[in-house]
């Protein structure tokens, strides 16, 4: 055999090996295919229900020889289908149950779900199987079921996860891993009795907050707490070119970044959900970008940098996102819509009937009160339930940057518009055709800055009978510098002095008590008459030029170890006014008030 012949058949057989290699060789992306026809899989379903949408809101409904009854009561399904679509990620209970509802026939109807199957989705009958977040839905589901809106304090007081960790400045509290683990492992045989209904509402909830909802913190955020903020620790995945520095026992498998940040404030404690997360970036972005949408507040741009809006059970939400903020990020506060508490449940301290009088008589005597405080105080909530002390036959005009008081769901019998400034209506247009809305009171939701302190200062001193805000000052000479432009000029500081008459000042403490600190009152130093002796009247003339104060604060009421006890005397100015104000029987025992003070304080 020639050489010839030898080559030819060696370059015969390595294009044949080289055929058999190429097309005959396994399909290395056989198993992800197959992987994405799981019929069962998470994804594969919601893949599915978004499907089934899409094929509904798309129904050509004259394709259907249906008669017109039944047409239009498709075409009206579509309708409300579609709003509830927009809606339903955004605090409004009944398009999100709409959606769900639909969910579910999906699941049960054209993915054919059942009592058989359903465990191939979510392991309930292997619990060793199923990840954190499946852990956390159930047992969030299984604590809701029993306690309501109640189902988060439960959950973390009843499994003693509610705990301050550290001691004295390294307090903190956090859920981990491992105590999320061990509270799913005690409540195994209570699960292992979860009926078919009960899981489907699981899975349900799941694709639900994963497809159209806000994620992670779906079911959360529904639930009775102060408000949840995300994002806000954890490494800028912007600046992480590596994870692996990122992870910690206490989160578990999922790294410490900025998409994995979930806090819950609860009763004023911030936790941190350190093994919960959002798991990727897109997934978090998506709900950042979604969750501030309700009643089309316009949108987030990189320009921008930040959106303020409510959500439509009232909750507030601050939106923030790169190049102005470090990473997305979001915050929902929630306020206690709907719901109004008394004193007593606000501050449930000994002498809390002192506190309860004085504010009554504070508000009912028409004083210009400005309620002060850090975040997560309560101002806001302490100032919705005080509003029950305001005259009924007072009319009550509110001026806010995004509606967060909702005063009227809180009280519908009484006399209440609010406005907020908009893109086209700035904050002080909207003052000024209050001034033409018959309003008697005035609330202002914050004052947070000149603008909003020059407002404040309008009402005053124009046309209103009562002015009730909220500031972050942290002392009453801090709020009149704040008030005066944070100037030493005289005649600033003497307006805001005068235009003033009270502070409720709020604080917590590391256990999370919430409480009013003090009450102080504002006394300016104005309209005093001049001695009658040439020399003292010039001297007193210099005097008040030169060092004398502008004003006097006096703590009329403290909280001091858990008690509110009364530590000062009310200035005559803000005693006559309020006396002024009142009816005859209510002068008497606001007298009554003022001598308790006078015995208590010692004065």
């Known amino acids: 055999m020639s050489l010839y012949n030898i080559i030819m058949i060696i370059l015969v057989l390595a294009v044949f090996s080289v055929f058999l290699f190429i097309f005959l060789r396994p399909d290395a992306s056989a198993g992800v295919l197959e992987e994405e026809e799981d019929i069962y899989s998470l994804s594969y379903l919601l893949n599915g229900v978004k499907d089934s949408f899409d094929d509904f809101l798309k129904l050509n409904v004259s394709e259907l020889n249906l008669n017109k009854m039944q047409s239009e009561k498709i075409d009206i399904s579509k309708k409300e289908l579609q709003v509830a679509k927009r809606t339903c990620a955004v605090g409004d209970k009944d398009a999100k149950n709409a959606i769900k509802e639909f969910i579910k026939q999906t699941l049960v109807g054209s993915l054919t779900i059942n009592e058989e199957n359903i465990d191939f989705t979510i392991k ?109 620790s954890g490494a800028p995945i912007r600046n992480c070119i590596d994870l692996n520095g990122y992870f910690s026992e206490d989160c578990g498998m999922l790294p410490m970044v900025s998409y994995n940040s979930i806090w819950v404030t609860y009763k004023g404690k911030p936790y941190d959900l350190a093994p919960i997360g959002f798991e990727d970036e897109r997934a978090f972005e998506r709900v950042a970008k979604r969750i501030y949408k309700y009643d089309d507040p316009g949108t987030l741009s990189a320009e921008s940098g930040y959106i303020v809006n409510d959500m439509a059970d009232g909750s507030r939400i601050v939106v923030v996102r790169p190049p102005m903020a470090e990473s997305w990020g979001f915050f929902c506060r929630k306020l206690n819509v709907g719901n109004k508490l008394t004193m007593q449940q606000l501050e449930p301290y000994e002498g809390v009937e002192k506190l309860m009088s004085l504010v009554k008589f504070l508000i009912a005597g028409s004083a210009n009160i400005i309620i002060t405080g850090a975040q997560g105080t309560g101002k806001s909530t302490f100032m919705m339930s005080a509003i029950q002390f305001i005259r009924q036959t007072y009319s009550i005009r509110v001026q806010e940057m995004a509606f967060e008081l909702n005063l009227r769901m809180i009280y519908p019998e009484r006399n209440i518009m609010s406005l907020r400034q908009t893109d086209t209506v700035s904050g002080q247009a909207g003052l000024n055709i209050q001034k033409k809305m018959d309003g008697s009171c005035n609330l202002l939701g914050e004052v947070a800055d000149q603008e909003t302190t020059r407002w404040a200062i309008q009402i005053c001193q124009t046309g209103s009978n009562q002015l009730i805000a909220t500031h972050h000052a942290n002392s009453a000479p801090d709020l009149i510098k704040a008030f005066s432009n944070y100037s030493n000029d005289r005649d600033k500081l003497e307006l805001a002095a005068t235009s003033l008459n009270f502070d409720i000042h709020l604080g917590k403490n590391d256990a999370g008590q919430r409480y009013v600190e003090r009450i102080t009152a504002i006394c300016p130093h104005v309209a005093e008459p001049y001695s009658n002796d040439l020399e003292e009247a010039t001297k007193q003339y210099f005097f008040r030029q030169t060092d004398r104060q502008v004003f006097d604060c006096i703590d009329i009421l403290k909280w001091e170890n858990g008690v509110f006890r009364f530590t000062g005397v009310m200035d005559d100015r803000n005693q006559q006014k309020i006396a002024d104000v009142l009816t005859i029987p209510e002068r008497e025992k606001f007298y009554a008030l003022c001598e308790q003070m006078r015995e208590e304080a010692g004065a």
């Open 124 to 232: 309930f009958s292997n619990p060793e199987e199923l990840t954190i977040r499946d852990k956390f839905d159930i047992l969030l589901y299984v604590y809701e079921k029993q306690f309501g809106t109640q189902a988060f304090g439960e959950l973390i007081s009843r499994n003693h996860m509610d705990g301050a960790i550290g001691e004295e400045s390294e307090v903190h509290y956090r859920i981990s891993y491992s105590q999320l683990t061990t509270t799913f492992n005690r409540h195994i045989p209570i699960i292992q009795k979860l009926i078919f209904s009960d899981k489907l509402e699981i899975l349900t909830q799941r694709i639900f907050a994963d497809y159209l909802g806000l994620g992670t913190i779906d079911a959360l955020r529904d639930l009775d707490i102060d408000g949840v903020q995300c994002g806000v």
